[in-house]
């Protein structure tokens, strides 16, 4: 008997037997669901460097250097990730589920870690912030080629590359928007690394889900999920004594106030009773002042030009958004507004709305003298069209080139600007004992920018000695008329002291600071270095 004329052709494929499904969810599902997981773990990822480059940059100073440095060492563990990808040839989806919870665990953790080092051990600082970049950058970069070996299962290659580097893609963009404006705002750097680490370990999950037919032990692989999750949550709930338990031990005194903002990290303390030094400020670290001695700062930066100026109506003053400047300047009673242009909003608010540190400026951001204008200084004199009798620049130290950029002669080109025929401009200078070199420099750099300057300088226990320069179009003379009734620190028989300068604090020549060369930065790192290695 012959066969159906048909079945001789279909023979072949009647005893060919198709291969087990092993995935339930359907092919299109898991692509999708694979998509979305790059663009999560793209976003985790640049979060977690640029969380490093933050936390160098506040506690190494050097912005560019630090982001530089750590930019750079994440892409080269990034490349060793990938290339250590090639070495993973089976079991795909549990190896991608394990490295997931390895990037949740340290990403996640790694700005409490480095909060906890540098302020128990400092010396360890460098190698735990490095160690860390490059181990979460490895694991980083094993990520992507795993999801795309899983992905080409089901996808074209030509259709994979394009999806896989644009979800991508999509997922830094999203993050590097939302760190500076919404994320390190709102949640700090902590509770940020510790939310984008719970956004890993979902990642995780989600991948135990959609593989867990496929993947082998499959109860270790749910319980790892389980406790690296439990592990982050509690991080995450516990972040603020985390941060307190870090600056009590990194202040000596009882932290008060706390804030990360776009711009700076935002420290207050205060030791009342024995021993008393009061409030005292802390910028990404630094000393800005202490109550108990601020007053010979803020009175040796103000009133040798507001005196000299004789009767000065306009004044401006750039940083010193804690208002203790503005206080001196109030004590003109010639005085008809002042403008403070102070880069951080924060700052203002502060030292307006909290009753305690409003109370050390006296109100005086509260005056309806004072307009408060919180912008960049260096674009604000670009197009800002008045003139001031007198501007007082209160701009924390150069320890990095977005701050140095304030010490440049394209700077002072535009201060000068702004100044009347008969204004003055003081520049807070650093120490001249300290950084003598840096101090000559601002000097050397107003010279070039066609000013007259006049140098001098202030003991201020808390800092040592601390250095000013005086800039305009005219010479200085020191002033005839009395200054301001109850002064703590100057009066006509001091005030002419502070213009000499004792050998070791003597003029050296200095290069002048440009903003193609920036050399200020650099000779300030090197002479405070020596002070604080």
């Known amino acids: 008997m012959s066969a159906p004329p048909d079945f001789a052709a279909s023979a072949p494929e009647a005893l060919h037997i198709e291969p087990p499904v092993l995935l339930a969810p359907a092919p299109h599902a898991i692509e999708v669901a694979l998509l979305a997981s790059v663009f999560v773990v793209a976003a985790c990822g640049l979060l977690y460097e640029l969380a490093a480059g933050a936390l160098a940059s506040y506690m190494l100073g050097d912005s560019i250097l630090q982001f530089s440095t750590i930019i750079g060492a994440y892409l080269f563990a990034m490349g060793m990730g990938s290339y250590l990808s090639r070495f993973f040839e089976r079991q795909l989806p549990a190896h991608f589920l ?28 460098r190698l735990l912030l490095y160690g860390l970049v490059l181990l979460v950058g490895t694991l980083v970069g094993l990520e992507i080629p795993l999801v795309m070996r899983i992905l080409k299962r089901n996808t074209a290659l030509k259709d994979l590359v394009s999806q896989v580097l644009t979800f991508d893609y999509l ?5 590097s928007v939302a760190f500076p404006l919404v994320l390190v705002p709102q949640l700090g750097l902590i509770r940020t690394g510790l939310l984008f680490g719970l956004m890993n370990a979902a990642v995780a999950v989600w991948a135990l889900w959609l593989f867990r037919d496929e993947l082998r032990r499959f109860q270790a692989h749910a319980a790892a999920c389980a406790a690296t999750l439990a592990l982050l949550a509690g991080g995450f709930a516990a972040a603020d004594h985390i941060t307190t338990l870090a600056e009590d031990k990194l202040y000596a005194d009882r932290v008060v106030y ?5 711009y700076q990290r935002i420290v207050v303390t205060n030791r009342p009773g ?10 990404n670290g630094n000393l800005q002042f202490a109550e108990r001695d601020e007053y010979r700062y803020h009175e040796a930066l103000v009133h040798p030009v507001m005196a000299a100026h004789g009767a000065p109506k306009r004044i401006a003053v750039l940083g010193g958004g804690d208002g203790m400047a503005v206080r001196e300047i109030l004590k003109y009673p010639s005085v008809e507004s002042v403008t403070l242009v102070e880069l951080d909003p924060a700052m203002t608010r502060l030292f307006t709305d909290n009753p305690a540190l409003a109370q050390l400026n006296g109100h005086a951001l509260a005056s309806p003298k004072v307009r408060v204008v919180n912008t960049d200084a260096f674009k604000w004199l670009e197009e800002n069209t008045d003139t001031y009798d007198v501007i007082v620049v209160d701009f924390p130290d150069p320890t990095n080139f977005s701050i140095g950029k304030l010490y440049t002669t394209s700077f002072y080109a535009l201060l000068d600007q702004r100044l009347s025929a008969s204004g003055y401009a003081v520049i807070q200078t650093t120490s001249p004992l300290v950084a003598r070199q840096s101090f000559w420099t601002v000097a050397a750099t107003l010279e070039a920018a066609g000013l007259h300057t006049a140098p001098y300088h202030a003991h201020v226990p808390s800092f040592g000695e601390w250095g000013y320069i005086i800039a305009s179009r005219r010479p200085y003379r020191l002033p005839t008329q009395p200054l301001p009734a109850g002064l703590r620190f100057l009066d006509a028989t001091s005030l002419p002291l502070l213009f000499n300068f004792p050998p070791d604090m003597a003029r050296v020549p200095a290069e002048v600071n440009r903003l193609s060369n920036q050399v200020l930065v650099h000779t300030y790192e090197t002479e405070w270095g020596r002070v604080h290695p």
């Not at 394990?98 to 600082?125: C, M, S």
């Open 98 to 125: 394990r490295i997931e919870l390895l990037v949740a665990l340290a990403g996640g953790a790694l700005p409490a870690l480095l909060f906890l080092a540098n302020a128990y051990l400092p010396g360890a600082f």
């Open 171 to 175: 997922g830094a963009l999203a993050v």
């Open 274 to 283: 024995e021993g008393r030094v009061g409030y005292r400020l802390f910028l």
């Open 258 to 262: 706390t804030a990360t903002t776009p």
